[in-house]
């Protein structure tokens, strides 16, 4: 397997992690009876445990190396990453979590990532690579839209759900440029610690933390295996693929999600699970969306080999 596509192959299994997580998340809210506001900082600030711990004395020397510049750079994005969660799990209060998905993760944020990518990093996707990113977003529509109940207003989670996207675009954006020359597993663990602990601060200033009992407190702790795995496979492929390819194969998240579900509800018929309302055109989303996967490992491919071609002319020179 090449580069480029082992790299999509990460991105794609932070996907699938990301998925099982967000079933995970809807069975804590219902059956333990957590506050969504909990739910959205513990994880965080227990993956980021996680993480740093996994090597500590590299995250040591991570942290004691950052300096001036660096920390300014880990505070921003930490504040970043708070900020477009807590605006994200709010809208999902709002607005649900299918239209939030439709209008964030699974169309604007890809968008904006897309736009300040191409301005900040200079990256730029190809014609292939742009089929392929709209029958991505395209296909996640198909899964989570619920066409009897679409509306276009414009209310407080709406823009709530397009603002997080924005604010999150940002911070993709930073990471990558953190991880062009910093530690991948000790960025991921710092930047998961400190969003928990803004989340957790925040959280406690303004009432909003309701305590949990043991139970709740082993579910957390299991649950912070979700975002240390699922945000460091992410931030991998950041540097390695794009930031633009990174989100538009992320965006199958909601595809995913809807595949647990499924998966849950064939060993647990009884579980209560929010499906989308057809099921016919999720499948048919799923199709579409693939497809445009497909394409992107066309495209993945055919540079690989004009690649390798070019290095073989090279060494005959």
């Not at 909990?38 to 980021?48: D, H, K, R, Y």
């Not at 996680?50 to 504040?79: D, E, H, N, T």
């Not at 991880?179 to 400190?194: I, P, Q, V, Y």
Request: glycine letters at 12%; one cysteine or more; aromatic letters at 10%.
């Amino acid at each position: 397997m090449d580069f480029r596509r082992r790299f999509i192959g990460v991105v794609l299994f932070s996907a699938l992690i990301v998925g099982f997580e967000s079933v995970a998340v809807e069975g804590a809210l219902k059956i333990a009876d957590l506050s969504i506001f909990l739910v959205s900082a513990m994880p965080s600030f227990i993956g980021g445990i996680i993480l740093l711990g996994a090597f500590p004395q590299g995250s040591k020397r991570f942290i004691k190396g950052l300096g001036r510049r660096g920390w300014s750079g880990m505070l921003v994005l930490c504040v970043l990453v708070a900020a477009g969660v807590l605006m994200w799990f709010d809208a999902v209060g709002r607005i649900g979590a299918s239209k939030e998905a439709i209008l964030g993760g699974g169309s604007s944020e890809v968008l904006f990532i897309v736009i300040l990518s191409a301005l900040l990093l200079s990256e730029r996707l190809r014609r292939w690579e742009v089929l392929g990113s709209f029958l991505v977003v395209a296909g996640v529509f198909l899964v989570l839209a619920n066409v009897e109940s679409m509306s276009f207003s414009l209310e407080l989670g709406e823009i709530e759900a397009i603002l997080s996207s924005l604010i999150l675009a940002f911070s993709v954006v930073l990471t990558t440029m953190l991880l062009k020359t910093h530690d991948l597993t000790a960025l991921s663990g710092l930047e998961l610690f400190l969003s928990g602990v803004f989340m957790v601060v925040f959280g406690v200033a303004f009432g909003l933390v309701k305590w949990p009992d043991a139970t709740g407190w082993a579910i957390l702790l299991l649950m912070g295996l979700f975002p240390a795995v699922g945000l460091w496979t992410y931030n991998a492929g950041l540097p390695r693929i794009g930031a633009s390819l990174t989100s538009v194969l992320f965006a199958l998240n909601g595809i995913m999600t809807v595949g647990v579900q499924l998966l849950v509800l064939f060993f647990v018929p009884d579980a209560d699970l929010m499906l989308p309302q057809n099921l016919g055109l999720a499948v048919t989303g799923g199709g579409v969306a693939f497809v445009g996967v497909y394409l992107l490992n066309r495209e993945v491919g055919r540079k690989e080999k004009l690649s390798r071609v070019a290095g073989g002319a090279e060494g005959e020179i």
